[in-house]
């Protein structure tokens, strides 16, 4: 069981960054892969960024490469993810979660494969 809490949303004026983080509860946090998605109001659920096991490979949505960046790391079961340039479009609850695989550089941006998911954390870009 891992237990995923996201924290530094907040309200920003476009143009503006924020560095969200996500603290994963447990030992084995090396164990997944992670990953950010978002949710906008009346919008599907979306994919932001994920990151391997190792760190080592990272992706992207087109609508935030360039602007945003995923890290990790794992002595602090922690993932991150900084959001730079930021644009109205940007505003929603952004979730963090996790994918067991045994694959070190695997990264996935499929929703369905991960395990285990965060509360949310909303952002809120003003124009």
């Known amino acids: 069981q891992v237990q995923l809490v996201e924290s530094g949303g907040g309200l920003v004026q476009t143009g503006g960054s924020l560095r969200l983080s996500c603290a994963a509860s447990?030992?084995?946090?090396?164990?997944?892969?992670m990953g950010w998605f978002r949710q906008a109001p009346g919008k599907e659920r979306e994919f932001v960024a994920a990151?391997?096991?190792?760190?080592?490979?990272?992706y992207y949505a087109d609508s935030v490469k360039g602007r945003f960046t995923i890290s990790r790391d794992n002595a602090k079961n922690t993932v991150y993810l900084q959001m730079n340039s930021l644009k109205p479009e940007d505003t929603a609850v952004y979730y963090c979660a996790a994918s067991h695989t045994v694959a070190m550089v695997v990264v996935t941006t499929v929703a369905d494969e991960y395990d285990y998911w965060g509360q949310g954390t909303q952002v809120t870009v003003s124009s």
């Open positions: 990151i391997s096991r190792s760190g080592g490979t990272t």
């Open positions: 447990g030992r084995t946090f090396s164990s997944y892969a």
